[in-house]
């Protein structure tokens, strides 16, 4: 592609009408991989509520999974919600959303009380990793002293002997 071609598909690419236009239509499965393309379909995918509902019925009924996966909720959150109950083939039950979870979720803080889940999530998230990394690097480091002090107590157990010198006449 010329450069005019590459800067006509970069304005198409980032006019957030259009993408908010084609991400209505997507799956679930599709809106996730959407999200990574760039900022700006991010940036739809977050503030537009017309792509989260279009997403959210695409399938007519979504699973708790993916109500909580889409929505940034809780287990407990997602309990709260309106659903119907279903068996499962082996035993067992599923729980599937439909509509009436999608409206009350825009009624109850939308977009905005959306931003806020996403953020508490990356927060917990964040905190988790770093707790994660801290333990394993205090692990680390125990173990790198309960080395040292063996290599300590086994030099002063048996220190190194000095070579004896032998004295020639």
């Not at 993408?19 to 999200?35: E, G, K, N």
């Not at 997403?55 to 940034?72: E, P």
């Not at 825009?106 to 889940?117: D, S, V, Y």
């Not at 002063?156 to 020639?168: E, G, M, T």
Request: include cysteine.
């Amino acid at each position: 592609m010329n450069t005019r071609q590459c800067c006509a598909v970069s304005d198409v690419l980032s006019n957030m009408d259009l993408i908010s236009l084609v991400l209505r239509s997507i799956d679930p499965r599709t809106y996730v991989h959407a999200r990574r393309v760039c900022k700006a379909w991010l940036d739809v995918c977050r503030s537009d509520e017309a792509v989260l509902r279009g997403v959210s019925q695409y399938h007519g009924k979504m699973t708790k999974s993916r109500v909580i996966d889409l929505w940034a909720l809780s287990s407990q959150q997602a309990d709260s919600l309106p659903r119907t109950i279903h068996p499962r083939y082996r035993g067992g039950i599923f729980f599937l959303y439909d509509d009436a979870a999608v409206d009350l979720m825009l009624a109850n803080g939308g977009m905005a009380g959306l931003a806020c889940r996403l953020r508490d999530r990356a927060r917990t998230k964040t905190c988790e990793k770093w707790l994660h990394t801290q333990t394993s690097h205090d692990r680390k480091e125990s173990n790198r002293r309960k080395r040292a002090v063996a290599e300590a107590y086994k030099y002063l157990a048996n220190p190194p002997q000095k070579p004896r010198r032998s004295i020639c006449v």
